[in-house]
DNA sequence: AATGCGTGGGC
DNA sequence: TGCCCAAGCAT
């Protein structure tokens, strides 16, 4: 969970998951859609299907414990050199320096580290196993990341009160923020999607996303890109025909919302779409027609949630 | 090595 | 408001 996310946004998410699923024998008989549902929000979900899968290997693999050897834990899914280091040193007093980015971005520092380069970085690796507290490494890894979160912040290094700063190379050259260089992120490109809530009766219709793609395995409306510049509701009408087979009448528009993903951005604009009779829809993957009652069972990227709030189907 | 992958908070 | 950034990993 804590993987590029804020220990703050985690937590409710980290209670409520150990509230309704306490232990790895109750996340193996759960199935990968309770699981999803648990993590429906907190983004990146990819995190999610590895851990499932990671749970189901120990148990299957491992008698339903946990590794404690560095080999075995750092080659389940999801697991790399970070979170391996995390758990060896915190669960099992392991010696080995976890190096997040706020270690990073803190040891460049000291060690007036301009460019975080590979060799740079294995370079800090090499310093942190030689500085690590072998009698509590799990203390001394999360000290230093609570340095780099609190105050070696990115912009804002508090150098006075920090315990650092007296061996501290950035700060003594007086310029601490420029430390490490940052390269500047590319724009991310806008389009433009235009959806349908397609009401059949008491019930509209969703379809899953497959597994391999991006927001895998969560539901939601039938839509496409819009394309040219005709209408809006001309679109749909393609797409729903093209797409899944259904032709439809082009309702109300329930609302545009604005969304933003990590590498593009999007105008999520929904009609109200209805038909007479329930045809057969030639989806791609699996397919559902659920009441607004049902939104709560099912993962719902948090665009889809924003037209729900519209729409006040409140979860 | 560079890119894809969500969402929310801070300023 | 529009960026930057967050207890990274997989490919």
Known sequence: MLQQTQVDTVIPYYNRWLESCPDLQCVAEKNIQEILTLWEGLGYYSRCRNFYSAVKEVVKNHGGNVPSEWKQFRALPGVGDYTAAAVMSIAFHKPLPAIDGNVYRVMARVLGIKHLTPYNKNRIKNRLEKWIDTDHPGDFNQALMDIGARICRPNKANCIGCPLSDFCKASALGTPNQYPTRKKKKPIPHIKVVAGLVWFKDTFLILQRPNTAMLGGLWEFPSGKITSASHPSKELQSIMKN?????????????????????????????????????????????????????????????????????????
């Open 243 to 315: 797409e899944i087979g259904l032709t439809v009448t082009i309702g109300e528009e329930i609302g545009s919302v604005h969304h933003v993903y990590s590498h593009f951005s999007m105008t999520f604009s929904v009609f109200h779409c209805f038909i007479e009779h329930k045809e057969s829809l030639q989806s791609h993957g699996p397919f559902r027609w659920i009441k607004p009652s049902e939104i709560p069972c099912y993962p719902f990227p948090k665009a889809n949630h924003k037209i729900f709030d519209l729409l006040e189907f409140s979860k």
